[in-house]
């Protein structure tokens, strides 16, 4: 009963017309897309054409109207498209193996690129030469408390930033304390008044080489007694101090760390470049990998087009600062990383079936 | 009679290439050509003396040769004067200034005369550092046409300078690695004094001297850059560049009559010129120890090679000259495109680290490239498809469907070239940055390729959709490819951006308008079958069903 009424609009989705429309949604948002990056940066229009479901029109700050169907909606409007395709529209003979295992391929890559976006992970790893680190930084923020008072150990107790900007109450076991984000400017600058601060909000950034720097006013609790609020910076200039029974505390806004079950150091950097002239001829990291865990104590050189992946992690060879003392590598994490080698092997064999059928084709013709 | 027609055409072709294979040997004087050949070391590479002086004069004054008053001065005279006796180049029309507020600043008015010396802008050289600092110090979108000038200005003249005003053989010596050059040192000196004086036989002799300790110190580096300073003098590119030009006039006049002869000749000359297009970019290949495609430059130059082999082999099947005429324009339109990319420097510059990949560059960037390159014959194919179904009171049935085959083979051939690449290219930002796909500009442009042919594909088996349209489609292919080319670098960002270009910009939009004038021909009834009984199907606005 129900399939007598689905049958006939899957048929519909299958047919070549919606693969033609399919295409050229895809079309119209890659140039969308691509042409807002000059303006937003490569990642702020992704979030808007890409990573979403719809693409929105805003004229003024309080309206958002809908005026296309953004990355994700073209996609699984593709993949169902795909499926559909595979009921009602294709032929299972030996001529169109080819075909078939390209649109094979097609659905593994549609599918590996929307779980891509939703489940893959990109961090950084930023380390001067001889330091260690355990930790990677994402571009998320979160809320540090860090007890400062004891420095033997390394107190830190940090609220994410889903959590933080939402003004709710937050308390953590491990803090005296509650606190509760009052407001939050995603990108402002604190001013010195008398012996306190006050913010001011500046335009939001959205290019790819600027970086907000956002600030939250915070309220402390001792269970319903309020302790006063502080405004929080991202700025290691401006941290703000808390004593409470005793203790110093540090409150500051920073990229959320990510603790890694192992330890790296940097034992060297290297920024070669071509003799007499600035252009890069290579960078590479020297790494040392401890790992406790599973035993593990060595040296990894990350460079140039060889990442090094561990652990579900790969590391590569991003970026450098500090007159070459300091590399910066790029951490992801991608459990489905394999799905376009994968499908790139169907579609190129399929391909590769499916012309030279043609070619055998089209070069016997004019004969 | 018609006969031997194409034999001589081509054959005087090939003789007039052959005698341009040899370089006069110079008379009683210092011998700059083998100097020319002398490897050195410049902008991270070896290179021979003969490249750093076309380069350099290319940059300062967009020419190869300078036109003095008292003659032409070739670029590697230039050099030596520059190297060894800067007070003879101070008054050689050496700077190419277009901007008249540039002009303006030294108070001259703008005239036909496009290039000054070194003396006329010395007095202002204060004036122009200065502002030059300051358009240095704008943001690059709000730079103006005379801060783009200045600043090309300053460059040229520091240019200019480094070669030896300020520093004598400076640069040359100091960015060369005595221990990987010995040889240069004392018979260097020497030469410098010798032309000075205007010595011949000793600079001779300390020339001979100096090439021999390099072809034993280092006989691989010293035979490929004298190899290169050839190849300079042949010029390859330019060459084919005009014999494309040829062919394609050749097999044009073909449609008037003798229209075997001059297709058979055409196709002599469209190998010919992918013969000499061949040598240069095997040499390029050699020289550099590289795939063919480096850069903008040498995308340029691959794309129109893989169209002209492509346009033989369609012609090799088809035998009716559309092939040679296709491909003749690619290949005159990419060696252009390819000239002019040539005045932004050396075009074997050194690879940023992030591209230095001989696997990649060799898998993904020439697969690209391949699909780039075939997605403009489809669109030219179908140019010429729309011209004759426009223009053409002839009913051809059958030369229509061997095109409409052709576009289709040639679509599933860029389809399955600019997919592979696309993909390798995402393998490759996986391997180098941890993202297969990041939606880089430069990959949003390659995957709209990939989209727009399997576009294609996908209407001609719709049999509502006339074989028109599809044509007009494979025309828009040119436009998207051209975009996504050349206009993704003209956004100025990504990781891929790898030149910018400002007067680029005016031909790209040239060059779509023309594929849109032509694409809107398709608009218009078909001329074919008028005059004919309407009894004969109009064949072009007949649908079809095709597989």
Redesign the interface.
Known sequence: MIKNKVSPFLRELAS??F??IC??L??LI??G???A??KL??LG??KI??DSFLVFWSPSSSLKIPIFPGGLTIGVLWLVSLGASFFYRFKYTSKDVGMILTHVGIVVLLI??LL?QTLSR?AHVSMSLGQTRNFIESKDLELAVVMTSDPTSDHVTSVPYSVFSRGRTVSAPALPFSLKVLNFYTNARLLKMGAGWIPEELPPETG?SESNSPVAHVELFDGSQSLGSWFVSSSPDEPQQVSFQGQTYQLIIRPKRIYLPYTLTLKDFRHE?????N?????SSLIHLDDPGRNESRDILIY????WRYGGR?F?Q?SYGDNDTTSIL???K?PV?MT??VS?GL??LG??LQ?SL??IG??R??S | MKKWIPALIVGSCVLTVLAGLRQPPTKNGPDLISFGKLPSFYRGRVMPMDSIARTSLLMISGTQVLRTPTGEKSAIEWLADVLWDPQKTIGDPLFEIDDPDVLGLMTIEQTKRRRFSFQEIQPFMGEIDKQAAHADGLDVSQRTRFHNSILLLQNRVVLYQELGWASLGQTLMLGMPSSEFPGWGMPYITMGNAYRKGDAARFNAALEECAGNLSQSVSKKTRLAGYEAFLNHVEPFYKSMIIYVLAFLLVSFSFLGARQSLVRAGFGLMSLAFVLHTLGLVSRIVIQGRPPVTNLYSSAVFVGWAAALLGLGLEWIYRKGIGTLVTSIIGFLTLIVAHHLALQGDTMEMLQAVLDSNFWLTTHVVTIMIGYSSTFIAGFLAMGYLFRRAFSRNPDIRGEEALETMVYGVICFAAFFSFVGTVLGGVWADQSWGRFWGWDPKENGALLIVLWNVFILHAWNLPKIKPVSIMMMAVFGNVITALCWFGVNMLGIGLHSYGFMDKALLWLVVFIVTQLAVLSLGFFPSRQGAGVPSTTPNSSDKPRGRK
Do not use: R
């Open positions: 070549p017309q693969t033609l295409i050229g895809s079309m890659v140039i897309g691509t042409l990056q000059v940066g490569v229009a992704q054409f890409f590996g690129q891509t990109e790819d470049v071509y003799p007499g002239t252009i890069p001829k290579s960078f140039m087009n060889h990442p790969a590569y991003a790029q951490v992801v991608n990383w376009p080698y790139s579609m190129a391909l590769l012309f043609h070619l089209f070069m013709k004019p």
